[in-house]
């Protein structure tokens, strides 16, 4: 045995698999030509947040767009930040936004695949397999630095003003024996396995991002910790490792990557691996007084996904959204298939933007408003009340007393050919309904300055005696209109137009009058059917109501 095999020998001498095992274990893909396999590693170090679900459906739509795969994988190496239930946080919360998964964790509980096991700390005998191979071909060594000693090491760094890191002349254990190893190993002294940089800063590496293009950097010379002292690795090994065995063609992750690419692609090299295609997306950016910064989960309430279900906006309306944001060409695809699943859609990383899309809320409220207004009322009053006995008990409790009264308050201007666009979230719900529901119905009535309020007095009155809730809609408002003309009002709109002069008002004003009464609003839908939905007592207490006030 030569130097380098003792050294591997006295640091893993456990390992007794070589990686051609691993090789052979986890086959190429057979896969047709141009599918990618791609795959979303979280840390459960936190719940989902709107970045890892936007990088899902990317990856999600990339293996579909080209018949592929999409798994995930855990990136449970850090257990002092990982936090419980962050696993079924993230997964769930994927299927809950129907990111279907093909393999690795497709439960919080279950796995899948053949390149199992998908979760980081159940694969510590693989890494060290690889690492043991480096080890033996001289390109990793054991480090005894203590934290005190890289802080000198650093401290000197600065005030010779050199790039601080542990490369070249500065990596102190970069050329020790076997015999100085087992010394300190006897000695019980704590260690961690780095790479032996073969890098030099002169040099450069070239990669073509997927998405940023053609992009050069300095080569990496610094000899980066592949396994830990407890023997865990790094993210950075375990990424080239399971990337590799698990057979991902393209790495599509969040640009805070980038910096790594040249440690990454010199892993897989010195490995002896093909690097696969990296694909970095530019993170999504909220503006902040007018400047644009990363969405952070600090400051703004969207970045935890939770936000979404809180609010009542359907899962679909923010996959939908944050399609547009993924890609330019969506809104156009969509226009072209109003109801098509976003999954047919062909996406294009090319075209994803290089420097970060805004979270738009208004462009999200359009979105969601569009896909509520295609419900049917049956629909929306099961997605509401699924909503309300989750996040508004009261306002549940209110809805369900009569559910077909609340079918009837969700069907109006809906279930019709050209359904109002006027919800975007559940929570809105309470408000644009509240006249419905006595509970909620606080009137503060304020009728358009330019009608008289003795004029809309004697409507009022006039008009509570001629009420029926057997009319039709047009029979309805031929009520209205018979009531303009003893009361100085325009029955006919083109009429009032031409000659305005001649009178206080249009039978449009008449009914806004009579809108204000019953609803204590201005803007409402369709008059006749809030009537008939309230019944003829209801509309008649609330008309007199009205008449005592003014
Ligand atoms: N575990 C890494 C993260 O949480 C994964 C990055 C990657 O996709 O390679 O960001």
Not at 36 to 57: E, N
Not at 111 to 120: R, S, T
Not at 310 to 336: C, H, N, P, Q
Request: proline share 5%; charged share 30%.
């Amino acid at each position: 045995m030569n130097q380098f095999e003792q050294m591997a020998e006295l640091l893993l001498p456990h390992i007794d698999k070589e990686p051609e095992y691993y090789e052979t274990l986890y086959p190429e893909r057979n896969l047709p030509e141009g599918a990618r396999v791609v795959r979303i590693a979280p840390s459960p170090t936190g719940y989902l947040h709107l970045g890892t679900l936007f990088m899902a459906l990317v990856n999600r739509i990339t293996a579909d767009s080209t018949g592929g795969i999409f798994y995930t994988r855990i990136e449970d190496t850090d257990k002092k930040r990982e936090i419980e239930g962050g696993i079924d946080d993230i997964i769930n919360g994927l299927l809950q936004f129907g990111i279907n998964i093909d393999e690795g964790y497709v439960t919080p509980t279950e796995q899948q695949g053949i390149y199992a096991p998908y979760k980081q700390s159940l694969r510590g005998e693989i890494y060290q397999c690889y690492v043991k191979k480096l080890i033996k071909e001289g390109l990793a060594y054991p480090c005894f630095c203590t934290a005190e000693e890289l802080e000198a090491v650093r401290e000197k760094q600065e005030a010779e003003k050199i790039r601080t890191g542990y490369h070249g002349e500065y990596a102190i254990h970069r050329n020790i024996t076997f015999e100085e190893a087992k010394a300190l190993i006897d000695e019980g002294k704590p260690y961690v396995v780095r790479l032996k940089s073969p890098g030099s800063e002169e040099n450069r590496i070239f990669f073509d991002d997927g998405i940023k293009g053609k992009i050069e950097m300095p080569e990496n010379d610094e000899d980066i910790v592949l396994l830990k002292s407890d023997g865990i690795p790094t993210y950075h090994f375990a990424h080239a490792v399971d990337d590799h065995l698990m057979r991902t063609t393209h790495v599509i992750r969040g640009d805070e990557w980038i910096s790594s690419v040249p440690k990454h692609i010199q892993l897989f090299r010195l490995l002896g691996f093909k690097p696969p295609k990296y694909c970095h997306v530019a993170p999504i950016m909220k503006l902040d007084n007018g400047a644009k910064r990363k969405i952070s989960k600090r400051k703004d309430p969207e970045a935890a996904v939770h936000y979404f279900a809180e609010e009542g906006y359907e899962a679909k309306s923010v996959i939908e959204y944050l399609m547009t944001v993924a890609s330019s060409e969506f809104e156009d695809w969509r226009r072209a298939n109003p109801d098509g699943s976003y999954k047919k859609f062909k996406f294009n990383l090319k075209k994803m933007s290089v420097s970060g899309a805004l979270f738009d809320n208004d462009k999200l409220n359009d979105v969601s408003k569009n896909i509520v207004s295609k419900m049917n009322s049956d629909e929306v009053v099961e997605k509401l009340t699924a909503w309300a006995k989750t996040y508004d008990e009261e306002f549940y409790a209110v809805l369900t007393k009569d559910l077909d009264y609340t079918k009837s308050v969700f069907a109006i201007d809906r279930d019709c050919p050209k359904p109002r666009k006027d919800i975007a979230k559940w929570n809105e719900a309470k408000q644009y309904s509240a006249y419905f529901y006595n509970q909620y119905f606080a009137p503060e009535r304020e009728y358009p300055e330019n009608i008289l309020k003795e004029d809309i007095k004697a409507f009022l009155s006039e008009y509570v005696n001629v009420y029926s809730d057997k009319d039709t809609k047009e029979e309805w408002f031929g009520r209205i209109k018979s009531l303009c003309e003893p009361l100085g009002f325009a029955a006919d709109t083109k009429e009032y137009k031409a000659n305005k002069e001649a009178y206080k008002g249009s039978a449009g004003d008449l009914s806004t009058i009579l809108r204000i009464a019953v609803t204590g609003r201005r803007n409402t839908p369709d008059l006749w059917s809030i009537m008939q939905v309230l019944g003829y007592d209801e509309c008649k207490n609330r008309i007199l109501d009205a008449l005592g006030e003014i």
